[in-house]
Structure formats: structure tokens, C-alpha cells
């Protein structure tokens, strides 16, 4: 299996510009997570899917977040428009039910200038 | 809503050396998961170890091994015989029991960076 998949691995935008980073999780996972990593804050937990439904973005920072899952083999997170505060590691990860481990993507380095 | 504590930030081993990271939890459940992750240079977030709170018998993994206190909230990883590639950030993280959906989400301490000196 290849593992999760994100997309792009490093990005340099200017502020007020649009960013979306993707994710593909391992075929026939059914939870996705999307995770914030900064030295201040540590990992957080943005938002996660279950089915491609969203269940929980109480972690999502601001109105300028969104998170889609079209279909089970593809979510994007996108930010518009973004702020230098928005530069961080964005990972995602994946499991299946019933199962304690989420198996998580290289990361998306994001400096937003 | 369940915290997880990491209070050394940063931690330093001989090679060949044993060395103990501490995690402290809080939780009103009684049935849940606890997970150590590495994160090396590459960001990588790999997966250590894991514990089933109710297992009283301590995981351990090759050279790691966990000491979890489930009285004290309390869930440490001992890394024997340290070798060079062990030099990461490591996390300790929550994990309800269950299958729900709520259950699912993972929370983590903030990390401790621990280097190998050879």
C-alpha cells in the first residue's frame, strides 16, 4: 500500500492568497483527520471525516478553513484567504474502524509570506 | 475533555544508553488507548508503541518499553540501548476506547525533542 498522500510537500504562498493542500488516504479507510502541527501550539486536530461526513471541526481555527471530502479516496483543506499565522505542517492521516491506529501522510509544509 | 502533559521539552541520551520519557494524562474514562509517536527529521510520524488501558501488562517493542500507571495517570517510554536513529520528537497521545466517531480523534501532548550523543 502506498501509504497516505499529500499534496503538495512544501508550499510558499503570499498572503491573501488561496491554498488547498490534498490528501488521498490508504484505500478502505473510513476516518480521515486533518492535523495542525507549530512549535507554539503543537498537533492539533482541525476536523476528521467519517464516511466522507464530516463529524467534528470544532478544531477548525477560523471562517478562512474549509474541509471537503468529495469521495472516499480524496480530501482537500483549504484556506482562503491566508494569513502568515497560517504557516505550519498540515498532516493527514487515516484509519479504519475499529481500529486504534491512524496511519499518517508525509505532511504539507506551508509558509504563508 | 482529555489532556495529555509532555513537561520536558527537550531530553539528551548517551548512545547505548537507556533513557525515560515522561507523559502524564488526565481522563474520567476508564477505558482508552495511549500511544507514543516518533516524528523524526523527515516529520514523519511514525508509530512506537501502544496500550490498552485495560492491560495491566506494559506494552513493550523491541527496545521500548512503556511503565503505565493507570492510578496515576501516568504512561513513560523507556528506549534501551539508544542508538543514533532514535534522535526525533517524540509524542504521547490519547485515544478513547470505542468505535463511535467522537472516539476516534487522537490528542497529543506537545512532544520532547530527544537527541543521541555519540
Known amino acids: 500500500d502506498a501509504g497516505v498522500i499529500q499534496s503538495p510537500r512544501h508550499e510558499v504562498t503570499e498572503m491573501g492568497q488561496e491554498v488547498t493542500l490534498r490528501c488521498k488516504p490508504i484505500?478502505?479507510?473510513?476516518?480521515l483527520f486533518w492535523y495542525r502541527q507549530t512549535m507554539m501550539r503543537g498537533l492539533e486536530l482541525l476536523i476528521y471525516?467519517?464516511?466522507?461526513?464530516?463529524?467534528?471541526d470544532s478544531g477548525m481555527p477560523e471562517d478562512r478553513f474549509s474541509a471537503k471530502m468529495p469521495n472516499a479516496s480524496f480530501s482537500t483543506l483549504k484556506i482562503q484567504p491566508s494569513e502568515p499565522r497560517d504557516s505550519a505542517v498540515y498532516f493527514c492521516?487515516?484509519?479504519?474502524?475499529?481500529?486504534?491506529?491512524?496511519?499518517f501522510g508525509p505532511g504539507t509544509r506551508l509558509t504563508v509570506t | 475533555a482529555q489532556t495529555v502533559t509532555q513537561s520536558q521539552p527537550e531530553m539528551s541520551v548517551q548512545e547505548a544508553e537507556t533513557v525515560t520519557l515522561s507523559c502524564t494524562y488526565d481522563?474520567?474514562?476508564?477505558?482508552?488507548?495511549l500511544f507514543w509517536y516518533k516524528q523524526p527529521p523527515s516529520r514523519q510520524m511514525i508509530l512506537v508503541i501502544r496500550?490498552?488501558?485495560?492491560?495491566?501488562q506494559n506494552a513493550t517493542e523491541n527496545r521500548f518499553s512503556v511503565n503505565f500507571q493507570k492510578a496515576a495517570k501516568s504512561f513513560s517510554l523507556k528506549i534501551s540501548d539508544s542508538q543514533l536513529g532514535d534522535a526525533a520528537m517524540y509524542f504521547c497521545?490519547?485515544?478513547?476506547?470505542?468505535?463511535?466517531?467522537?472516539?476516534?480523534?487522537?490528542?497529543f501532548g506537545k512532544g520532547i525533542t530527544l537527541s543521541v550523543r555519540p
Open positions: 492521516a487515516s484509519s479504519l474502524w475499529r481500529s486504534y491506529e491512524q496511519y
Open positions: 497521545a490519547y485515544r478513547s476506547a470505542g468505535y463511535t466517531g467522537a472516539n476516534s480523534k487522537l490528542t
Open positions: 496500550q490498552e488501558a485495560y492491560k495491566q
Open positions: 484505500s478502505g479507510h473510513d476516518y
Open positions: 471525516f467519517n464516511n466522507n461526513v464530516p463529524i467534528d
Open positions: 481522563t474520567s474514562e476508564s477505558d482508552y488507548y
